[in-house]
Every structure is written in structure tokens, then in C-alpha cells.
């Protein structure tokens, strides 16, 4: 994997330069990661098929794009794995509310690593997850307790759904109520399944509506359809009702330029986007 994949140019475009594995390096990887490589959707509103292959992953974020957790987790494994880093992939799934069931129902990768103990981590396990969007943005110990990011507060228990595995708990303010994954490890193909049918299915959340998300140290963006929200150290929503608000808030606040698209291309993006958005506004408010 290692001659295929460029990751020098991958550390470049988070701007973190190759050290060796420790705590500080793993935080600082964690927290450009968030910050510079959005949780999106986009591919699947353009009609073009991903695989949760890591290589196929950092193609695509060394030409300024992201993807959503089997493609960013894959992609932050491998990297970290190239780092000398002890990486584990992990079955999870996330619970969207209370009315879905809790567990690791396989729409979600998880990672943890472990060797790098601390006062907050004495057995040096840490959760690493940059495939929840407004989750996390930098590791977390992984054992029971609270923990306060920026304005986010979460919590990390033994899972009931998952015997052996763990919960995450998310703030209130989150997308989502929480994340069960088991304990033992993974490879890849484990997900592949699951992905297609997330890519696929109209009953899939990111084939029903397109998102785009990231984490910074004071708060999260979101894009969620036609609507831009920022969560955190402001709280707003922005309607983006026009073509270029919509393009220019993909790349001035996520960083996408859809460079590689065409014009034909984003005008078709822009009518599935603005038909879904008036299909949305219409269940919410019917006439």
C-alpha cells in the first residue's frame, strides 16, 4: 500500500509535517483532518461510484474533496498505519434518534489507537474518528466518563447494545443521539455492503439529502440540502436559495471547488439540489 499511496502529499494537504507516532502528533493530525478534509456526500449526487477502498479515499482527498466515514476513517487509518501509529478499525453504527435502535448496525467505521498512554489514557486507548461530521475533533480517551470539546460535551460508556464494545454519547446540539461499536477489529471489506447500500438506496440518508460537514475548534458547519447552519461559538442558518450562494458557501466554507466539474455537471447537481429542497419544503409545510 505504501508505494501506491502519495502520503507526503497527503500530510501536505493538512499541513502536518511526518513525526513520530506520539500523543501531540496524533492530536494534531486528528485536529487538521477535521478541520481541512470535509464529511460530504457530493459523489453521490454527481452519479459517481466510490469504493471504501483508503487508496481510492486519499485520491480523491489529495484533490481537495472528503467523503463520509468509510471513506475518511479508511482514508486516516491507512495514513496513520503508515506513520507507525497501533490503529484499529472497529464495526459501528450510528443511532440517529430515539426512535432508531442502538448498535453497530454497520453504517459506521470506527478507529482506535492505542500505545500512547497519558493521565487522561493510563492504558493509552484513545477513540479516533473523523467520519461522524459534527463529532469529534480530537481523540478521545477511551474510557467512561464526560468530555468537553470546545461548546460540545460527550460521553464514552460501556456499550449495553454492543457487550465488549463501547457508546458514544453526542452533545444535544449534535446530528445525531449516539454511536455503538464493537471491540474486536475489521478490515475493510467489512463495510463494503453497507456502503453500496448507503450509496444507493433511497431510503439512504445521503442519497435523500446532501450534506457537507466540518469541525473546527469553536464549532461546527453544516450544509444540509439548501441550508448552511453553523453550530458552536454562533448559532445560525443561512437559506442559500441562489446557485452561486450554494457554490460559493461549498468552497469558501468546506474548502470544495469542484474543480473537476463541469458546467453541465453543476447544473445538474444544482436542479437534483433545488428540486429535493422544494420536495423537503413541501413535507414541512404542506399547502
Known sequence: MGSAI???????????????????????????HAERVPYECLEIW????????????????????????????????????????????HYGGVQGNATHPAGAAGNHLVLTVSGLPSDEAPDGNWLVDLGMGDGIYEPLPLAEGEYQQGPFRYRLSRSVAEPGGWRFEHDPRGGFLGMDFRGESVEMS????????????PDSGFVRIATVQ???????????????????????????????DYFAAL????GITLDDVGPAERDALWRRLAEAHEKWLTSTNPR
Open 46 to 89: 454527481l452519479g459517481r461510484p466510490t469504493t471504501v477502498e483508503p487508496a481510492d479515499s486519499i485520491g480523491r482527498i489529495l484533490q481537495g474533496r472528503g467523503g463520509y466515514c468509510f471513506h475518511l476513517n479508511g482514508a486516516f487509518s491507512a495514513l496513520l498505519t503508515e506513520l507507525g501509529y497501533a490503529v484499529t478499525r
Open 6 to 32: 502519495d502520503f507526503s502529499g497527503y500530510l501536505q494537504r493538512l499541513g502536518v509535517d511526518r513525526e513520530p507516532p506520539s500523543l501531540d502528533g496524533l492530536t494534531a493530525l486528528h485536529r487538521a
Open 190 to 201: 467489512a463495510f463494503a455492503a453497507k456502503h453500496h447500500e448507503l450509496s444507493t438506496s
Open 251 to 254: 468552497a469558501d466554507v468546506f
Open 214 to 244: 466540518r469541525r473546527d475548534a469553536h464549532g461546527t458547519d453544516v450544509v444540509r440540502g439548501l441550508v448552511l447552519s453553523r453550530t458552536g461559538d454562533v448559532e445560525q442558518k443561512t437559506n442559500l436559495e441562489r446557485r452561486d
